[in-house]
């Protein structure tokens, strides 16, 4: 059965640094998301992203944040600047068509030291 | 505003004994309902969904739950409760699915 996959699956990383986080989607789907879980809190949405741009975001999704799919198959949100409040699992989800369900990966624990 | 809500953080039943756990919703229209579970340390799995029609969805490991538009909630349910099913549970709301908003989870804890 298809999966959606993320690399790494988990990165620690300094303060201030530069992270991008990766993942593949099942390969037809068209609609794509990134949330982020906070150990202990529930999950949050942050960027919802189709035909190459974003169609929402959350106002967690500051300047710090930005996503693309450089090469039509990875999907990547990258964050600029890292921060303590940064440390998190992120998920990446995607789905074939708005009305359908969406697919979660396994996630990247991100640790900011 | 759109939200999403699990009153109950922590629920402990007994092996074999009945669950339901409840969500409630406030939104505009009638959204996509689902319930995730998540194993400590793992990722999300979708148990059911609700797109429209039947207000009775099944899902998976015996799972099912009820749409209750009156009461905007969608509570869900297990006859019988397996020690494989301590996890943790999330109701999931989204209208467009541009945005998922999800609660704050309700953990299960099973007894012997």
């Known amino acids: 059965e298809p999966e959606v996959t993320q690399t790494p699956s988990h990165q620690v990383t300094q303060m201030g640094q530069e992270v991008i986080l990766r993942c593949v989607p099942i390969s037809n789907h068209l609609y794509f998301y990134w949330y982020r879980q906070i150990l202990g809190q529930k999950v949050e949405f942050l960027v919802s992203?189709?035909?190459?741009?974003?169609?929402?975001k959350s106002e967690i999704f500051d300047d710090q944040f930005s996503v693309e799919r450089p090469d039509g198959s990875n999907f990547t949100l990258k964050i600029r600047s890292t921060k303590l409040e940064d440390s998190a699992m992120y998920f990446c989800?995607?789905?074939?068509?708005?009305?359908?369900?969406?697919?979660f990966g396994p996630g990247t624990r991100l640790t900011v030291l | 505003a759109q939200s999403v809500t699990q009153p109950d953080i922590h629920i402990t039943v007994s092996e074999g004994a009945s669950l339901e756990l409840r969500c409630n919703y406030s939104?505009?229209?009638?959204?996509?309902l689902f319930w995730y579970v998540q194993s400590p340390g793992q990722g999300l799995q979708l148990l059911l969904k609700?797109?429209?029609?039947?207000?009775l969805v099944q899902g998976i490991k015996g799972f099912e739950a009820e749409f209750k538009r009156s009461q905007s909630s969608f509570n869900l349910r297990k006859p019988s409760v397996h020690w494989s099913d301590a996890a943790e549970y999330f109701c999931a709301v989204t209208y467009n699915n541009n945005d998922m908003r999800f609660g704050a989870g309700t953990r299960l804890t099973v007894k012997p």
């Open positions: 992203f189709y035909n190459n741009e974003i169609s929402e």
């Open positions: 989800a995607t789905t074939l068509r708005q009305d359908n369900e969406q697919f």
């Open positions: 609700y797109f429209s029609g039947d207000t």
């Open positions: 939104y505009g229209a009638t959204p996509y």
